[in-house]
């Protein structure tokens, strides 16, 4: 199959939330960072019925495994190429979890689409009262939006501060960067999108799209100014935009399950994205297919201990 094709299956077959995962370019993006990408089909018939784009990590001390993000697509044997511990897998089929071990969940399970084929004056409607009032404020103070910002370095500091405030790990910023700058264009595509404030910028999004869906992958906003309502002005001009290029979805890229209390790590973020309205939208999650059980086991002390370190 060449990139075309790939790319036509995995939107025809894919999961609704995180396609993108599997699209040629993502694996293109994946090598840039140090990514082992291996790409397999399953022919039945003469016809390509199953794709995984894998990425083949080594385990020190322990060997090897493949982690398919959002995937496999369609069918699959899941036979590995003989050298794995295991093969982490995210499929949206319940048929390939069968006799697999949960893990933990690498991409969010859970996640809210908005659907853009409503009309403006629809999707304002839809949202939280106080999410409406929030985008209101943020055009009455002039906040400022850039849909197409070429300037890491110019956010990056927003989003060591998010990171900080949310209690979570960055990858380094070079990958961010190099994911702006190899995903540009093309049908898999990544920009950043800002909003700023007399000249100073405020907050910031990493989206991508691909397809008939945008996806909110990463996002920051300054510890100060939180009274301009930046990030709500962005959201909204991000959907707006979204629609009038006939995007169909708008996918949050993660929430909290329903029902998760105040203490889930995830719960303040998850209010702040219900709050544009949506379909709550659930997967699987991340699942471990063992090939050599003995050396899984093992694995699965030592990630045990690191984690209580």
Same mark, same amino acid.
Request: proline share 3%; hydrophobic share 35%.
């Given at each position: ?84 511990? @295991? ?103 990544? @920009? ?79 209010? @702040? ?37």
């Amino acid at each position: 199959m060449n990139s075309m094709e790939w790319n036509q299956f995995v939107l025809e077959h894919g999961p609704r939330s995180g396609r993108f995962l599997q699209s040629w370019e993502w694996g293109e993006f994946q090598k840039t960072v140090q990514e082992v990408v291996r790409r397999e089909e399953v022919i039945e018939e003469g016809k390509v019925t199953g794709v995984a784009q894998w990425l083949d990590r080594k385990l020190p001390f322990f060997g090897s495994y493949s982690f398919c993000p959002k995937g496999p697509i369609g069918s699959n044997a899941l036979e590995g190429t003989g050298h794995q511990i @295991f093969l982490r897998i995210e499929p949206d089929q319940n048929v390939l979890i069968q006799e697999a071990h949960k893990s933990i969940d690498l991409d969010p399970a859970h996640t809210l689409i908005t659907n853009l084929s409503a009309t403006e004056d629809d999707l304002l409607a839809g949202m939280h009262q106080k999410t409406r009032y929030n985008i209101r404020v943020a055009g009455k103070h002039e906040v400022q939006i850039s849909l197409h910002s070429a300037d890491f370095d110019a956010v990056w500091n927003l989003f060591e501060q998010t990171s900080f405030r949310g209690q979570f790990r960055l990858h380094q910023k070079q990958y961010y960067q190099k994911m702006v700058e190899a995903l540009q264009g093309g049908a898999c595509n990544a @920009f950043l999108a800002t909003a700023s404030h007399e000249g100073k910028i405020i907050a910031s999004n990493i989206m991508i799209d691909f397809g008939d869906t945008r996806t909110y992958l990463h996002g920051a906003s300054s510890n100060t100014d939180r009274n301009l309502m930046g990030p709500y002005l962005l959201h909204w001009e991000l959907l707006r935009d979204a629609r009038a290029q006939g995007i169909q979805f708008y996918d949050w890229w993660g929430v909290a399950p329903e029902g998760a209390d105040d203490q889930h790590p995830w719960a303040g973020i998850s209010r @702040f994205k219900r709050g544009f309205g949506g379909e709550e939208v659930e997967g699987l999650g991340t699942y471990d297919h063992v090939i050599a059980p003995l050396k899984y086991y093992l694995y699965q002390m030592a990630r045990h201990v690191r984690r209580l370190r």
